[in-house]
């Protein structure tokens, strides 16, 4: 093997490794709504799967919060119900929001205090074993949107 040969094998060795590092799923958007007193906060985001392979988010946890569960709000029959989710899958190249009256991340017993303003850190568990670090901000409880 010639040096320049065993040059391009390590350049195609390195760029496949980069590529193996760069994430699978990317979120934009994130914020929460804070009700008063302990009551639990609805977080939302807009995640997107730049992979070509189906990717789910298994778990969420936050340093501000005792727990983080995933859960999905529907509307059956007249009747509004909320339900814990084992997982969300993202399709290859799509996206997925997680929005008000769908999927959203419930963050239970607050560490200390969050009110309106505040950057909350979430991170969400990914069936490939990656982890994916969200920041939310803090909005007031009669939100809709990340900038109303």
């Known amino acids: 093997m010639t040096f320049r040969s065993l040059a391009i094998a390590l350049l195609l060795v390195a760029g496949v490794a980069h590529a193996a590092d760069a994430p699978s799923v990317k979120a934009n958007g994130g914020w929460l709504r804070v009700l008063p007193g302990n009551l639990p906060a609805g977080g939302y985001v807009s995640f997107e799967n730049v992979s070509d392979r189906t990717v789910s988010i298994v778990g969420a946890s936050s340093p501000d919060y005792a727990s ?3 859960h999905r709000s ?5 009747m509004g119900r909320m339900e814990m989710v084992d997982s969300v899958p993202l399709p290859p190249k799509g996206k997925v929001a997680f929005s ?3 999927y959203h991340v419930m963050l239970m017993d607050s560490k200390h205090p969050v009110k309106p303003g505040d950057r909350i850190m979430v991170t969400f568990e990914l069936s490939d074993g990656e982890n994916l670090p969200v920041t939310f901000l803090a909005r007031p409880a009669n939100a809709t949107g990340p900038t109303d």
Request: proline content about 9%.
């Open 74 to 78: 529907s509307t059956d029959g007249g």
């Open 100 to 102: 008000p009256g769908g």
């Open 68 to 70: 983080a569960m995933i």
